[in-house]
Nanobody, 120 residues
């Protein structure tokens, strides 16, 4: 499975972006049961979980993005989305998606992320 994130870019404070992540090489029966997560990483810092979505559509968010970000999924397209509104400079990071696990590990390789830059 190859994960490809897209949709990042440069946006002003308060702006919006919609990220997409496609799990190429997976099939519906493999992707749909997986809990998926969006993660972000700033150079020099550890990768952090931003949001996760269960196979049944339940969602959780880190406190700093609650009310601003929305995670969703389309299993038929093997795609996970992250709608980001009211963006802040501290949201600037490389964003990735992958399976979610409490340990943070995954047997799917981390694909190339998509860079989000929020200007003040």
């Amino acid at each position: 499975v190859q994960l490809q994130a897209s949709g990042g870019g440069l946006v002003q404070y308060g702006g919006s972006l919609r990220l997409s992540c496609v799990a190429y090489g997976s099939i519906f029966s493999v992707f749909s049961p997986k809990d998926m997560g969006w993660y972000r990483q700033v150079p020099g810092k550890e990768r952090e979980l931003v949001a996760r979505i269960t196979s049944g559509g339940g969602t959780e968010y880190r406190d700093s993005v609650k009310g601003r970000f929305t995670i969703s999924r389309n299993n038929s397209k093997k795609t996970v989305y992250l709608q980001m509104n009211s963006l802040k400079p501290e949201d600037t990071a490389d964003y990735y998606c992958n399976q979610y696990s409490p340990s943070g590990t995954s047997d799917w390789a981390w694909g190339q992320g998509t860079l989000v830059t929020v200007s003040s």
